[in-house]
């Protein structure tokens, strides 16, 4: 038992230093090319952060665990809109530039849709239905890298940073890579360690399934966004949570499917209904709607959001736990 316990708070150590060198990386980066923290959210660190993910619903899919990969992607755009986005929004709510938050969430929507209507009509995940997924995945980075070219030529210059003050080009590189390994092997290390002692203390595997494993995916994320509240970087949080929502979407599932069809999963109902199709697909589109919607009319966030969106969870959460 020693031995899982050091290792689970070796685990703790690397997701905290971890966090801390790839928001900074992430910041210098966005500094000196003068982009939006946002914008860098939605790419860059959306990706850092989507990996475990995308490493978990492929080994599923490829296991013949299609469920899981289906599950992971929706329930971890509910989880990061619902929890991580709500708890930041909660704790500092503040503005958001409409402009930069306009991208990635009509992709967002689009590419949700486009599942919606797979799952709704069809009920199965075939590879043609990955590859327009992966298709949309290589579209928004295109579009993503022309709006950045877009906003570094119509801005000014920005200024340069006294001698002594910031990072270099390349350390600033080497903080966001080495932060984001760091964030992938101490997820990895916490979720292992934690579910051997979760069964030493005797807890059941369904319930260890529902928090270690889960939790474990939306781990890199979630010390993202509180790194990044606590440096007062609330854009870039916001940015890291819809560009992961969007990767959940078009690249997670993009991969599995592509690599592994599957159809969609029938292990529980509501009114004699898929319960996926009648709550975890609703509730999926709803979360990211109150989130962003009103962040693209106001520009702003507010404090009432998160609270809402941090009860949606909780209820969501007791409802899956009662189908």
Request: hydrophobic share 55%; proline share 4%.
């Amino acid at each position: 038992m020693i031995v899982p316990v050091l290792l689970f708070a070796v685990g703790l150590v690397f997701l905290i230093k971890g966090g801390d060198w790839f928001v900074d990386g992430a910041t210098g980066i966005a500094r000196r090319f003068g982009l939006p923290e946002l914008l860098i959210g939605a790419t860059v660190v959306s990706i850092g952060t989507t990996l475990p993910e995308v490493m978990v619903s492929t080994t599923s899919a490829l296991s013949g665990h299609g469920e899981i990969a289906y599950g992971n992607a929706i329930g971890s755009v509910i989880c990061n809109t619902a929890l991580i986005a709500a708890i930041t929004v909660a704790v500092r709510p503040g503005k958001v530039d409409p402009k930069s938050l306009r991208l990635p969430v009509a992709f967002f929507f689009t590419a949700a849709a486009i599942y919606a209507g797979i799952a709704y009509t069809t009920g199965e995940f075939t590879r043609i239905s990955g590859v327009i997924l992966l298709a949309m995945f290589a579209a928004y980075m295109a579009a993503t890298v022309a709006q950045m070219k877009s906003h570094s030529a119509g801005s000014a210059r920005p200024a340069a940073q006294p001698e002594g003050e910031g990072n270099s080009m390349l350390k600033d590189v080497v903080l966001l890579i080495a932060g984001a390994v760091l964030i992938a092997v101490g997820a990895d290390l916490l979720v292992d360690n934690g579910t051997l002692i979760a069964k030493a203390m005797g807890v059941p595997e369904s319930v260890i399934a529902l928090t270690f494993v889960a939790l474990g995916t939306s781990l890199p994320e979630l010390v993202t966004a509180v790194t990044s509240l606590i440096k007062g970087h609330g854009a870039l949080s916001l940015g890291n949570v819809i560009g992961a929502n969007l990767f959940n979407l078009v690249l997670v599932s993009g991969v599995s499917v592509t690599l592994a069809p599957f159809s969609i999963p029938r292990s529980s109902t509501i009114a004699g209904h898929n319960a996926s199709l009648v709550l975890d697909i609703p509730v999926m589109l709803a979360v990211m709607a109150f989130l962003t919607l009103p962040a693209l009319k106001r520009g702003k966030l507010s404090r009432f959001q998160g609270v809402a969106l941090l009860l949606i969870y909780a209820a969501f959460c007791a409802i899956q736990f009662t189908i």
